[in-house]
């Protein structure tokens, strides 16, 4: 379709924010032949290296825009998670069997996954405007107004929100973010280890102890993800900091030492969805809708599949079925909350008190023995349950 545009238009679909959600948008809209106007505050290569985590559903889902591929190529291919107490494994998580074409978690940073999502967006004739940070945004029966912090003032038929958990365009639409904080902090590190090829590198690896929880996961080019909650973490955590993380935390037999940090993060996190995924013409995906703990690495992933399902709900409201934009809330708000669900039972695992960690252990280590809660686990942490 090639939509014509009154004067009055700039574009058909303003989507505020150029991560992994909002690229993913305008990628499947321009695919569909729909005019987005995607503008990001940041600068081109601003972004960090947050989400690593891509899975089998999410890959499934960008096969559309054919950019799978080109992830596949860049990342690490992770056929097994496990959940240890520091040596000892107490679940294993194979995905070798699951029915789909990519039967593994792909580690890859999420600056490389949003550049790939930017080239096959250009590809397809859209582009970002960066630095240009939304001020206002207001709606009327036929569109929405965005006043730009230049003074500069655009408008489109609809606007969507795809501006992270801090959403100016949820805020503006008065939509409500229910939910809570957690206490802890949690440390984001990807570092070089001395003697990497001791460790497995297809294998996500969750670590339970005593003090808490600690991540060790492979990305490409030899560097490891390192992820751990603390109870209050310094601002910039060093060298130091992590490695006195995965000594208290991580592998006994064979001792993680970080030979190189390449980059480190501190953050706090909340566990929120928002009330409605829509208000009039101003619509909400990815962590502008919902966030949780990182735990499963689900986030990114929720938010690409929920740009995918938006940008057929748009087709479908341009080609003048408004509905469909309400049934995108009712399909994708109820996998929000059940992703969000599962996180946070997650994080409460791995954050247990002290004096309920050995039974917790034990108990996990029981339930593993099931096959179906083996399978049950994949199918949830690869995301096809939500197919």
């Given at each position: 379709?090639?939509?014509?545009?009154?004067?009055a238009f700039?574009a058909?679909i303003?989507i505020v924010g150029?991560?992994?959600?909002g690229?993913?948008?305008?990628?499947a809209l321009?695919?569909r032949?729909?005019?987005a106007?995607?503008?990001?505050r940041?600068?081109?290569?601003?972004?960090?290296?947050?989400?690593?985590?891509?899975?089998?559903?999410t890959?499934e889902a960008?096969?559309r825009?054919?950019?799978?591929?080109?992830?596949v190529?860049?990342?690490?291919q992770?056929?097994?998670f496990t959940?240890?107490?520091?040596?000892?494994?107490?679940?294993?998580?194979?995905?070798?069997?699951?029915?789909?074409?990519?039967?593994?978690t792909?580690?890859?940073?999420?600056a490389?996954?949003?550049?790939?999502?930017?080239?096959r967006?250009v590809e397809?004739?859209?582009?970002v405007?960066r630095?240009?940070?939304?001020?206002?945004?207001?709606q009327d029966?036929?569109?929405v107004?965005a006043?730009?912090?230049?003074g500069?003032?655009?408008r489109?038929?609809w606007?969507?929100?795809a501006?992270?958990?801090h959403?100016v365009?949820?805020?503006?639409?008065?939509?409500a973010?229910?939910?809570?904080?957690?206490?802890?902090?949690?440390?984001?590190?990807d570092?070089?280890?001395?003697d990497?090829?001791?460790?497995?590198?297809?294998?996500v690896m969750l670590?339970?102890?005593p003090?808490g929880m600690?991540?060790?996961?492979?990305?490409?080019?030899?560097?490891?993800?390192?992820v751990?909650?603390v109870?209050?973490?310094?601002?910039?955590?060093?060298i130091?900091?992590v490695?006195?993380?995965?000594?208290?935390?991580g592998p006994r037999?064979?001792?993680?030492?970080?030979?190189?940090?390449?980059?480190s993060?501190?953050?706090?996190?909340?566990?929120r969805?928002a009330?409605?995924?829509?208000a009039?013409r101003?619509?909400?995906?990815?962590?502008?809708?919902h966030v949780?703990?990182?735990?499963g690495?689900?986030?990114?992933?929720?938010?690409i599949?929920?740009a995918?399902?938006?940008?057929?709900?748009?087709v479908?409201?341009?080609?003048?079925?408004?509905?469909?934009?309400?049934?995108?809330?009712?399909q994708?708000?109820p996998?929000?909350?059940?992703?969000?669900?599962?996180?946070h039972r997650l994080t409460?695992l791995?954050?247990a008190p002290?004096?309920l960690?050995?039974a917790?252990?034990?108990?996990?280590?029981?339930?593993?023995k099931?096959?179906a809660?083996?399978r049950q686990l994949?199918?949830?942490l690869s995301?096809l349950?939500?197919?």
């Amino acid at each position: 379709m090639n939509p014509t545009h009154p004067a009055a238009f700039d574009a058909d679909i303003l989507i505020v924010g150029a991560g992994p959600t909002g690229l993913t948008l305008a990628a499947a809209l321009a695919a569909r032949g729909v005019e987005a106007l995607v503008i990001d505050r940041q600068a081109q290569g601003a972004n960090t290296s947050r989400a690593a985590v891509i899975h089998a559903h999410t890959l499934e889902a960008l096969e559309r825009l054919a950019v799978t591929p080109r992830l596949v190529a860049r990342g690490v291919q992770t056929p097994r998670f496990t959940i240890r107490d520091r040596d000892r494994v107490l679940v294993p998580v194979e995905f070798g069997g699951l029915p789909t074409r990519y039967p593994y978690t792909l580690m890859l940073s999420q600056a490389v996954t949003e550049s790939l999502l930017h080239e096959r967006l250009v590809e397809l004739g859209g582009r970002v405007q960066r630095g240009a940070a939304l001020a206002a945004l207001v709606q009327d029966e036929t569109g929405v107004s965005a006043t730009l912090d230049d003074g500069r003032t655009l408008r489109a038929r609809w606007a969507v929100g795809a501006d992270g958990m801090h959403s100016v365009v949820r805020q503006a639409a008065g939509i409500a973010f229910s939910g809570g904080a957690y206490g802890e902090s949690f440390v984001l590190a990807d570092v070089r280890l001395q003697d990497d090829a001791a460790l497995p590198r297809r294998e996500v690896m969750l670590f339970f102890s005593p003090a808490g929880m600690v991540v060790i996961a492979p990305l490409p080019d030899g560097v490891r993800r390192i992820v751990a909650t603390v109870g209050e973490a310094p601002a910039q955590p060093g060298i130091a900091d992590v490695q006195a993380l995965l000594d208290a935390r991580g592998p006994r037999a064979t001792r993680a030492v970080v030979r190189e940090l390449l980059w480190s993060s501190r953050f706090k996190l909340q566990h929120r969805v928002a009330d409605s995924y829509r208000a009039g013409r101003v619509l909400l995906a990815g962590d502008a809708a919902h966030v949780h703990s990182p735990a499963g690495g689900q986030g990114m992933n929720v938010g690409i599949v929920d740009a995918i399902c938006l940008a057929d709900a748009l087709v479908e409201a341009l080609a003048g079925r408004g509905a469909s934009l309400d049934a995108y809330g009712a399909q994708r708000r109820p996998v929000a909350l059940e992703v969000v669900r599962f996180a946070h039972r997650l994080t409460r695992l791995a954050t247990a008190p002290r004096a309920l960690r050995g039974a917790r252990n034990l108990l996990l280590s029981l339930l593993a023995k099931l096959p179906a809660v083996q399978r049950q686990l994949a199918w949830r942490l690869s995301g096809l349950v939500y197919r």
